[in-house]
Protein backbone atom coordinates (compact mmCIF):
# COMPACT_ATOMS: atom_id res chain seq x y z
CA UNK A 1 0.00 0.00 0.00
CA UNK A 2 0.86 3.53 -0.63
CA UNK A 3 0.33 6.74 1.50
CA UNK A 4 -2.83 8.22 -0.17
CA UNK A 5 -2.48 12.32 0.76
CA UNK A 6 -5.12 12.97 0.06
CA UNK A 7 -7.04 10.46 2.57
CA UNK A 8 -8.15 11.03 6.03
CA UNK A 9 -5.68 8.72 7.79
CA UNK A 10 -6.98 8.26 11.41
CA UNK A 11 -5.25 6.04 14.03
CA UNK A 12 -6.08 5.79 17.44
CA UNK A 13 -6.53 2.89 20.38
CA UNK A 14 -7.62 3.31 24.00
CA UNK A 15 -5.16 6.29 25.07
CA UNK A 16 -4.53 8.55 22.27
CA UNK A 17 -6.21 9.54 18.72
CA UNK A 18 -4.30 10.96 15.53
CA UNK A 19 -6.27 12.69 12.98
CA UNK A 20 -4.94 14.88 10.00
CA UNK A 21 -3.94 18.30 11.18
CA UNK A 22 -5.86 20.47 9.61
CA UNK A 23 -6.19 24.35 9.65
CA UNK A 24 -9.01 24.56 12.15
CA UNK A 25 -6.67 22.84 14.65
CA UNK A 26 -4.95 26.02 15.59
CA UNK A 27 -7.54 26.99 17.60
CA UNK A 28 -6.10 23.75 19.84
CA UNK A 29 -2.94 24.14 19.37
CA UNK A 30 -2.40 27.80 20.02
CA UNK A 31 -2.37 28.27 23.90
CA UNK A 32 0.52 25.76 23.65
CA UNK A 33 2.63 28.34 21.63
CA UNK A 34 1.53 31.17 23.90
CA UNK A 35 1.95 29.56 27.27
CA UNK A 36 4.50 27.33 26.72
CA UNK A 37 7.38 28.85 24.31
CA UNK A 38 9.95 26.86 25.79
CA UNK A 39 8.38 23.23 23.92
CA UNK A 40 10.56 24.75 20.27
CA UNK A 41 13.68 25.41 22.10
CA UNK A 42 15.43 22.70 20.09
CA UNK A 43 12.77 22.65 17.22
CA UNK A 44 14.04 23.83 13.89
CA UNK A 45 10.77 25.40 12.74
CA UNK A 46 9.76 27.73 16.06
CA UNK A 47 5.77 27.79 17.01
CA UNK A 48 6.45 29.83 19.88
CA UNK A 49 3.80 33.10 19.36
CA UNK A 50 0.46 32.69 17.86
CA UNK A 51 1.56 33.82 14.59
CA UNK A 52 4.16 31.42 14.79
CA UNK A 53 1.81 28.50 15.39
CA UNK A 54 0.14 29.44 12.29
CA UNK A 55 2.99 29.33 10.19
CA UNK A 56 3.83 26.03 11.68
CA UNK A 57 0.24 24.89 10.68
CA UNK A 58 0.20 26.23 6.93
CA UNK A 59 3.59 24.11 6.15
CA UNK A 60 2.61 21.17 7.49
CA UNK A 61 -0.43 21.40 5.41
CA UNK A 62 2.00 22.76 2.13
CA UNK A 63 3.71 19.94 2.54
CA UNK A 64 1.18 17.62 2.76
CA UNK A 65 -0.06 18.85 -0.67
CA UNK A 66 3.73 18.58 -1.90
CA UNK A 67 2.84 14.55 -0.95
CA UNK A 68 6.18 14.23 1.26
CA UNK A 69 5.00 15.13 4.84
CA UNK A 70 2.12 14.08 6.68
CA UNK A 71 1.33 15.82 10.41
CA UNK A 72 -1.18 14.68 12.75
CA UNK A 73 -2.88 16.11 15.60
CA UNK A 74 -2.63 14.10 19.44
CA UNK A 75 -5.56 13.81 21.06
CA UNK A 76 -5.47 12.41 24.58
CA UNK A 77 -8.36 10.26 25.38
CA UNK A 78 -7.76 10.05 28.99
CA UNK A 79 -7.57 13.97 29.83
CA UNK A 80 -9.98 14.49 27.06
CA UNK A 81 -7.71 17.18 25.72
CA UNK A 82 -5.53 18.19 22.76
CA UNK A 83 -1.36 17.45 23.76
CA UNK A 84 0.49 17.96 20.76
CA UNK A 85 1.52 17.45 17.21
CA UNK A 86 3.90 14.62 15.48
CA UNK A 87 4.17 13.85 11.47
CA UNK A 88 5.80 11.90 9.25
CA UNK A 89 7.90 13.34 6.52
CA UNK A 90 10.47 13.33 3.72
CA UNK A 91 8.80 10.10 2.62
CA UNK A 92 10.01 8.63 0.08
CA UNK A 93 7.64 5.68 -1.77
CA UNK A 94 9.76 4.82 -4.11
CA UNK A 95 12.31 3.70 -1.20
CA UNK A 96 10.03 2.50 1.01
CA UNK A 97 11.67 5.31 3.63
CA UNK A 98 10.07 7.89 5.48
CA UNK A 99 11.27 10.11 8.78
CA UNK A 100 9.18 10.30 11.65
CA UNK A 101 9.35 13.64 13.63
CA UNK A 102 8.15 17.37 14.68
CA UNK A 103 6.87 15.53 17.52
CA UNK A 104 5.76 18.02 20.55
CA UNK A 105 3.83 17.53 23.50
CA UNK A 106 2.45 20.13 26.28
CA UNK A 107 4.32 20.05 29.24
CA UNK A 108 1.70 18.44 31.36
CA UNK A 109 1.16 15.85 28.56
CA UNK A 110 4.91 14.64 28.32
CA UNK A 111 6.01 11.53 30.80
CA UNK A 112 2.62 10.12 30.80
CA UNK A 113 2.90 7.38 28.47
CA UNK A 114 1.54 9.57 25.24
CA UNK A 115 4.56 9.32 23.25
CA UNK A 116 5.20 5.52 23.49
CA UNK A 117 1.24 5.21 22.38
CA UNK A 118 1.79 7.76 19.42
CA UNK A 119 5.04 6.08 18.17
CA UNK A 120 3.29 2.79 18.09
CA UNK A 121 0.36 3.65 16.76
CA UNK A 122 2.52 5.50 14.02
CA UNK A 123 5.10 2.63 13.66
CA UNK A 124 2.40 0.24 12.83
CA UNK A 125 0.84 2.04 10.21
CA UNK A 126 4.24 2.90 8.80
CA UNK A 127 5.62 -0.72 8.73
CA UNK A 128 2.27 -3.03 8.89
CA UNK A 129 -0.49 -1.13 6.69
CA UNK A 130 2.37 0.99 4.49
CA UNK A 131 5.02 -1.34 4.11
CA UNK A 132 7.76 0.95 4.91
CA UNK A 133 11.38 -1.11 5.00
CA UNK A 134 12.79 2.17 7.32
CA UNK A 135 12.08 4.84 9.52
CA UNK A 136 13.90 7.44 10.36
CA UNK A 137 14.76 9.55 13.31
CA UNK A 138 16.54 13.02 13.83
CA UNK A 139 17.18 14.91 16.92
CA UNK A 140 19.14 17.77 17.94
CA UNK A 141 22.35 15.97 19.02
CA UNK A 142 22.07 18.78 22.27
CA UNK A 143 18.34 17.08 23.02
CA UNK A 144 19.47 14.67 25.35
CA UNK A 145 15.51 14.04 26.33
CA UNK A 146 14.54 13.11 22.93
CA UNK A 147 17.13 11.05 22.31
CA UNK A 148 16.63 8.82 25.48
CA UNK A 149 13.25 8.65 24.68
CA UNK A 150 13.92 7.36 21.20
CA UNK A 151 16.28 4.81 22.32
CA UNK A 152 13.86 3.18 24.98
CA UNK A 153 11.65 2.37 21.54
CA UNK A 154 14.46 0.72 19.90
CA UNK A 155 15.93 3.30 18.02
CA UNK A 156 19.65 1.89 16.71
CA UNK A 157 21.73 5.26 16.09
CA UNK A 158 23.43 5.71 13.06
CA UNK A 159 25.78 8.29 13.73
CA UNK A 160 25.93 12.10 13.96
CA UNK A 161 25.57 14.67 10.80
CA UNK A 162 28.09 17.49 12.02
CA UNK A 163 26.77 21.11 11.68
CA UNK A 164 24.61 19.36 9.03
CA UNK A 165 22.04 22.38 9.13
CA UNK A 166 20.94 25.50 10.97
CA UNK A 167 18.81 26.16 14.21
CA UNK A 168 16.27 29.28 14.06
CA UNK A 169 18.44 31.99 16.16
CA UNK A 170 21.55 31.42 12.78
CA UNK A 171 23.77 28.68 14.73
CA UNK A 172 24.74 25.17 13.57
CA UNK A 173 23.63 22.29 14.78
CA UNK A 174 24.79 18.98 14.65
CA UNK A 175 21.95 16.19 14.35
CA UNK A 176 22.00 12.90 15.17
CA UNK A 177 20.34 10.14 12.88
CA UNK A 178 18.47 6.95 14.35
CA UNK A 179 16.71 4.21 12.79
CA UNK A 180 14.05 1.59 13.03
CA UNK A 181 14.43 -1.63 10.08
CA UNK A 182 11.30 -3.55 9.28
CA UNK A 183 13.32 -6.84 11.08
CA UNK A 184 13.73 -4.96 14.03
CA UNK A 185 10.39 -3.98 14.35
CA UNK A 186 9.11 -7.06 13.66
CA UNK A 187 11.69 -9.12 15.66
CA UNK A 188 11.63 -7.10 19.12
CA UNK A 189 10.47 -3.37 18.58
CA UNK A 190 6.66 -3.97 18.45
CA UNK A 191 6.48 -6.14 21.26
CA UNK A 192 8.53 -3.74 23.37
CA UNK A 193 6.64 -0.51 22.60
CA UNK A 194 3.11 -2.40 22.54
CA UNK A 195 4.70 -3.53 26.14
CA UNK A 196 5.55 -0.36 27.29
CA UNK A 197 2.53 1.42 26.19
CA UNK A 198 0.52 -0.35 27.49
CA UNK A 199 1.55 0.42 31.09
Given at each position: MMMDFKEDYILENS??????????????????????????????????????????????????????????????????QYAGSTRFYDIQVDNA?????????????????????????????AFDVLNMERVEFRADYKNQRSINAMKSMGCVVEGVLRSNTYTPNGERRDSIVLSILKDEWNN????????????
Open positions: IVRLTPLKATDFDHLVHFATNEPELWTYALIQASSAEKMKIYIDKALEARKNKNSYAFLVYDKRKNSSQLGYTWYGKEFQGTGINKNCKLLLLEFSVKQKLQTNASR
